[in-house]
């Protein structure tokens, strides 16, 4: 416990409330800075907060009805939002405005309920619609469409559980879903196709997915009050589609795109059904069919509380659980490193919890309250008065304190001034310790300096995928890359004269 609180760079749970913000949210998530918090609102509107000032820098204002899903791109410049309009919204923090420049609308033909951007390219986008159906959308000119996720295997329509959640792993190769039957079907993203049936005993109705930080480990919040961790075993990569395209970049920057999600828009402008398009066979590869055994279960044995939502830490030794109490905002804490043991409860109050989520990079939790209000957690460390100077020594008491010899003489000034000017006239090596070889200029044809200096500054090469990755699934996510290019920044607008909501 005390090596912990010495070391910073140990991730441990949030303890006590830092702060709290009257957002009027629904639910909350950070940012991959983790410097930014998007709020959304049943109103139709998302905030987004600036956490180092806690003050509002741009608003979100472009639905008719409630927000129901809030996701941001790898580098924070895009920003999703779907609601029970029908519609999904993503937004281009880059612009100079507020609201910001709708970067792409996708209307679909119920309200959404979930949908995120794809891990690697937030031109890719899986959402769920409240008719139990699940797509794939994919906005990239080469491969625009909207797929539908379904099992082929099961002839009977009316006989398919509704899915009710879904989620891509970490890695962006494939898509899961719960349903209702207490099965996740694992898709795989590139060729749409099936690759996995797991069935959760027991379970019901799968309400949420959570993926810790590597991808092995899923844990799934069910009907049964039961929180569940899975260790997911490795699937086979499909081989390709015979229509599979070689990669084509495009430009850095796209017009705002109008695109409905209704139809399937071919590279040759004809459009296909869904229907349609799914009616190509993609499963001709065999399904790995398993029933997953929990590796843990989290429940609160003495009041049977149902859960919200669950979050993993960043290093994924911690999950935090939202209980669904009607009476007090409570979150529990359980230690997965220590063999998923029961760590800590924490107490919001008195104002219910829906929702709850886990800093990116730090011991921060952010979990909202039925009456709209985002409370941030933290883990306050003790103050190191000892980092201040190397010589210092922190004192447990009061102790008398012996003088040096000579450590409060007076200098004679004239020789202090003789001795300042003796070291101003010294040469200062600026070049020591740096190999000749580490002056290769960049005119000089050299493509190692200007390799470096791509990945190293997050160049195009490197953000936009110009590098085969050898992983089938990698390269095709990374062709037609998106311009959410790290170094971007974004105009910080304040709103003035912003009493609240």
């Given at each position: 416990?005390?090596?912990?609180?010495?070391?910073?760079?140990?991730?441990?749970?949030?303890?006590?409330?830092?702060?709290?913000?009257?957002?009027g949210a629904s639910f909350a998530r950070f940012d991959p800075s983790g410097q930014?918090?998007?709020?959304?609102?049943?109103?139709?509107?998302?905030?987004?907060?600036?956490?180092?000032?806690?003050?509002?820098?741009?608003?979100?204002?472009?639905?008719?009805?409630?927000?129901?899903?809030?996701?941001?791109?790898?580098?924070?410049?895009?920003?999703?939002?779907?609601?029970?309009?029908?519609?999904?919204?993503?937004?281009?923090?880059?612009?100079?405005?507020?609201?910001?420049?709708?970067?792409?609308?996708?209307?679909?033909?119920?309200?959404?309920?979930?949908?995120?951007?794809?891990?690697?390219?937030?031109?890719?986008?899986?959402?769920?619609?409240?008719?139990?159906?699940?797509?794939?959308?994919?906005?990239?000119?080469?491969?625009?469409?909207?797929?539908?996720?379904?099992?082929?295997?099961?002839?009977?329509?009316?006989?398919?559980?509704?899915?009710?959640?879904?989620?891509?792993?970490?890695?962006?190769?494939?898509?899961?879903?719960?349903?209702?039957?207490?099965?996740v079907y694992v898709f795989n993203v590139r060729t749409k196709g099936l690759i996995?049936?797991?069935?959760?005993?027991?379970?019901?109705?799968?309400?949420?997915?959570?993926?810790?930080?590597?991808?092995?480990?899923?844990?799934?919040?069910?009907?049964?009050?039961?929180?569940?961790?899975?260790?997911?075993?490795?699937?086979?990569?499909?081989?390709?589609?015979?229509?599979?395209?070689?990669?084509?970049?495009?430009?850095?920057?796209?017009?705002?795109?109008?695109?409905?999600?209704?139809?399937?828009?071919?590279?040759?402008?004809?459009?296909?059904?869904?229907?349609?398009?799914s009616s190509v066979s993609i499963n001709a590869h065999p399904i790995l069919e398993?029933?997953?055994?929990?590796?843990?279960?989290?429940?609160?044995?003495?009041?049977?509380?149902?859960?919200?939502?669950?979050?993993?830490?960043?290093?994924?030794?911690?999950?935090?659980?939202?209980?669904?109490?009607?009476?007090?905002?409570?979150?529990?804490?359980?230690?997965?490193?220590?063999?998923?043991?029961?760590?800590?409860?924490?107490?919001?109050?008195?104002?219910?919890?829906?929702?709850?989520?886990?800093?990116?990079?730090?011991?921060?939790?952010?979990?909202?309250?039925?009456?709209?209000?985002?409370?941030?957690?933290?883990?306050?460390?003790?103050?190191?008065?000892?980092?201040?100077?190397?010589?210092?020594?922190?004192?447990?008491?009061?102790?008398?304190?012996?003088?040096?010899?000579?450590?409060?003489?007076?200098?004679?000034?004239?020789?202090?001034?003789?001795?300042?000017?003796?070291?101003?006239?010294?040469?200062?090596?600026?070049?020591?310790?740096?190999?000749?070889?580490?002056?290769?200029?960049?005119?000089?044809?050299?493509?190692?300096?200007?390799?470096?200096?791509?990945?190293?500054?997050?160049?195009?090469?490197?953000?936009?995928?110009?590098?085969?990755?050898?992983?089938?699934?990698?390269?095709?996510?990374?062709?037609?890359?998106?311009?959410?290019?790290?170094?971007?920044?974004?105009?910080?607008?304040?709103?003035?004269?912003?009493?609240?909501?």
């Open positions: 416990m005390n090596a912990s609180l010495l070391n910073p760079f140990i991730i441990t749970h949030p303890t006590t409330v830092q702060t709290s913000l009257v957002s930014f918090l998007a709020a959304a609102r049943s109103d139709g509107s998302a905030v987004i907060w600036d956490l180092d000032t806690r003050g509002t820098i741009r608003w979100c204002e472009g639905h008719v009805k409630g927000v129901t899903a809030i996701d941001w791109s790898r580098n924070s410049r895009y920003v999703l939002t779907a609601s029970k309009d029908w519609n999904i919204i993503i937004w281009d923090l880059a612009s100079p405005y507020d609201p910001p420049r709708r970067h792409a609308t996708i209307r679909f033909d119920a309200p959404v309920v979930a949908a995120s951007f794809h891990p690697r390219n937030s031109r890719i986008l899986l959402a769920l619609l409240s008719t139990g159906e699940a797509y794939i959308v994919d906005l990239r000119s080469i491969h625009r469409g909207r797929f539908e996720l379904c099992d082929e295997d099961e002839g009977d329509e009316r006989a398919r559980p509704i899915m009710t959640s879904v989620r891509f792993d970490p890695t962006g190769r494939h898509a899961f879903v719960g349903t209702s039957a207490g099965i996995a049936r797991h069935r959760v005993s027991g379970a019901g109705v799968i309400k949420g997915l959570e993926f810790a930080k590597g991808g092995r480990r899923l844990a799934t919040n069910s009907s049964d009050r039961t929180i569940r961790q899975f260790t997911l075993p490795s699937y086979p990569s499909p081989p390709p589609s015979p229509s599979a395209r070689n990669g084509v970049s495009s430009s850095s920057t796209s017009p705002p795109i109008e695109y409905t999600a209704g139809r399937n828009l071919n590279s040759n402008g004809n459009g296909a059904t869904a229907s349609e398009t398993t029933e997953l055994e929990p590796t843990h279960k989290f429940n609160d044995p003495i009041s049977k509380v149902a859960w919200h939502s669950m979050s993993y830490s960043p290093d994924g030794e911690w999950l935090a659980g939202g209980a669904a109490d009607p009476a007090t905002h409570k979150i529990y804490i359980w230690d997965i490193s220590n063999d998923g043991q029961f760590a800590s409860a924490l107490d919001g109050g008195r104002e219910p919890l829906i929702d709850v989520h886990w800093h990116p990079s730090a011991p921060r939790l952010a979990s909202t309250t039925n009456q709209g209000t985002i409370l941030i957690w933290h883990s306050p460390s003790p103050e190191r008065w000892g980092a201040f100077a190397g010589g210092f020594e922190e004192a447990d008491e009061n102790v008398w304190y012996e003088e040096g010899e000579s450590e409060f003489d007076l200098e004679d000034e004239t020789q202090l001034a003789l001795r300042k000017k003796l070291q101003e006239d010294e040469d200062v090596d600026i070049l020591g310790g740096i190999e000749e070889g580490d002056f290769l200029s960049p005119h000089a044809g050299s493509k190692s300096f200007l390799n470096q200096h791509s990945l190293k500054g997050g160049g195009v090469g490197a953000e936009a995928g110009e590098r085969s990755t050898g992983d089938q699934d990698f390269d095709w996510a990374d062709e037609d890359m998106d311009d959410d290019c790290k170094g971007w920044r974004m105009k910080i607008i304040i709103i003035e004269g912003e009493d609240g909501f």
